[in-house]
């Protein structure tokens, strides 16, 4: 059986278009095509309706030659079947897709067809306030264009001036067609982050090498975004992306996993340089908690970060099963007008403590069962009678605090010429250490006396002592005490 057309010729929407076709075995048919035409993508979409498109506008014009088996398609290794070839150019083509809000707008670009493949030149366009540039290859572009459960690989050069994630990754907004509208509307909504969907689609694998050159999401700007990223089996990674923000330079390499459909996995490795510790904590909302927040903190943060961090599609993070390393140092340091340390000025002027200053802080902190674990670590300042502050602890999600401090008093008033950049003379174990706790919620915690810390203090003290006098009876020399080394990691020195 045979249908054979020759040399049809036609018009839609004063759209020309012709070509020849022949339509052989119904039962396992083979197509031969060629067509060339200068269509109105709105008129065809109308005549030959796609599922996931709801409507288009604007102009393609096709010349394309097609000879092969309609099923030679669905397999990768049938391709070399299938002779393709031809060109299609978009010109100001707008799509809207069925499960997205926000239009593909102002489409042009070539595609050059080969066999199952095409090849995309300056293919540009805006997702809502979105633009892009694609240049590089669709594979198994028809495949994935006319049979079902086809996947398409792209493999290109993604440039972009501006990505608005607050709209790349909405599911509320409806029908917005105006730039940067996705933002506006965003300031409204509630902290639940129902706004926010991942959906990524198992017909769809990608290679990216991407720069863009300012992106967005809620209060993080950032700019000059570099790297390779890869979709593959829908698990997006990158092995090297970098963009500054926040006054430094973030890196990131890692993957994200979105196969088991309402839990996302995102394993990575960020690193932090000079970022500015005060516009963070505002960037990032002073990370759901009240208690240490923007206006308190200064200084530039360097850090490096192995995490495993889970979401559901809507992005609402499941921070019972989060889990993190964060080695963080943090250069001239600034803690302002914070409130558990007036209570202290007792010990120490006051208008110190209002003004705390630290050339270095080190440490590394740990993140597991919605708990961050602060080992013990040590911080010089400029605070006259308390120049060594020494503090561990824990604070949980819930916003339960349960902090320790170690606090060696210096009795003499003679202060050093570099005491107010943070360095103060003092005299080895010749000073009284003040013990502390600070426990509670941030609007009701309590300072209070360490007293088990004192008790275990004067435990180890004495023990020590009764050693001493034991090697004197037997005749053995005192030995050099040497001035005690910060381990590293947990020194600050200014």
């Known amino acids: 059986s045979v249908l054979s057309v020759k040399n049809f010729k036609g018009s839609l929407g004063n759209r020309a278009f012709a070509g020849n076709l022949e339509y052989r075995n119904f039962l396992d048919p083979y197509l031969t095509l060629d067509l060339k035409a200068n269509l109105n993508v709105g008129q065809v979409l109308e005549l030959f309706p796609v599922k996931e498109i709801r409507k288009g506008s604007g102009l393609a014009k096709?010349?394309?030659?097609?000879?092969?088996?309609?099923?030679?398609?669905?397999?990768?290794?049938?391709?070399?079947?299938?002779?393709?070839?031809?060109d299609i150019y978009l010109q100001n083509v707008t799509l809207l897709l069925r499960d997205y809000s926000q239009p593909f707008r102002n489409l042009n670009g070539t595609f050059l067809i080969r066999k199952n493949d095409m090849a995309v030149?300056?293919?540009?366009?805006?997702?809502?306030?979105?633009?892009?540039?694609?240049?590089?290859?669709?594979k198994n572009v028809v495949g994935w264009l006319f049979l079902h459960k086809q996947r398409l690989l792209i493999e290109a050069d993604f440039t972009s001036r501006f990505l608005?994630?607050?709209?790349?990754?909405?599911?509320?907004?409806?029908?917005?067609?105006?730039?940067?509208?996705g933002?506006?509307?965003?300031?409204?909504?509630?902290?639940?982050?129902?706004d926010y969907k991942l959906v990524i689609s198992p017909y769809l694998d990608f290679d990216l090498n991407a720069h863009v050159q300012n992106v967005s999401f809620r209060r993080f700007n950032g700019k000059n975004l570099r790297g390779n990223i890869r979709l593959k089996d829908r698990i997006i990674s990158s092995p090297d992306m970098s963009l500054q923000a926040i006054g430094g330079r973030f890196g990131l390499q890692g993957t994200l996993d979105t196969r088991t459909g309402n839990i996302i996995k995102a394993t990575t490795i960020t690193t932090l340089d000079h970022i500015q510790v005060d516009s963070l904590f505002y960037v990032f909302e002073n990370f759901g908690q009240n208690f240490l927040v923007q206006r308190h903190l200064k200084g530039q943060l360097t850090a490096a970060i192995h995490s495993d961090l889970y979401f559901d599609s809507h992005l609402n993070p499941k921070t019972d099963k989060m889990e993190a390393e964060i080695k963080a140092s943090i250069r001239n340091g600034q803690l302002n007008s914070f409130e558990p340390?007036?209570?202290?000025s007792v010990f120490a002027d006051r208008r110190e403590l209002a003004n705390l200053r630290f050339s270095e802080l080190s440490n590394t902190f740990y993140i597991?069962?919605?708990?961050?674990?602060?080992?013990?670590?040590?911080?010089?300042?400029?605070?006259?009678?308390?120049?060594?502050?020494?503090?561990?602890g824990t604070h949980t999600f819930d916003q339960q605090m349960d902090y320790k401090f170690r606090i060696p008093l210096t009795l003499s008033k003679k202060r050093d010429k570099d005491e107010a950049y943070g360095t103060i003379t003092t005299v080895a174990n010749a000073t009284p250490n003040l013990f502390l706790t600070l426990k509670g919620s941030e609007g009701n915690y309590k300072i209070a006396y360490d007293k088990e810390r004192v008790k275990n203090k004067i435990s180890q003290d004495l023990k020590n002592e009764k050693q001493e006098i034991s090697n004197i009876?037997?005749?053995?020399?005192?030995?050099?005490?040497?001035?005690?080394?910060?381990?590293?990691?947990?020194?600050?020195?200014?």
């Open 183 to 194: 933002r506006a509307n965003r300031a409204g909504t509630s902290k639940g982050g129902q």
């Open 341 to 344: 340390l007036q209570k202290l």
């Open 121 to 138: 030149t300056d293919f540009k366009g805006w997702l809502g306030a979105s633009d892009f540039v694609l240049n590089g290859y669709f």
């Open 473 to 494: 009876l037997k005749g053995k020399k005192p030995e050099k005490k040497k001035q005690p080394e910060p381990a590293a990691g947990e020194y600050f020195d200014f």
């Open 62 to 86: 096709i010349t394309l030659n097609f000879a092969g088996k309609v099923k030679a398609l669905q397999t990768g290794a049938s391709r070399a079947r299938v002779a393709a070839s031809g």
């Open 368 to 392: 597991q069962g919605r708990t961050v674990f602060i080992p013990e670590m040590e911080i010089r300042s400029n605070v006259s009678r308390a120049s060594l502050i020494g503090i561990q």
């Open 164 to 181: 608005d994630f607050d709209q790349l990754l909405s599911s509320s907004l409806a029908n917005n067609t105006k730039a940067g509208s």
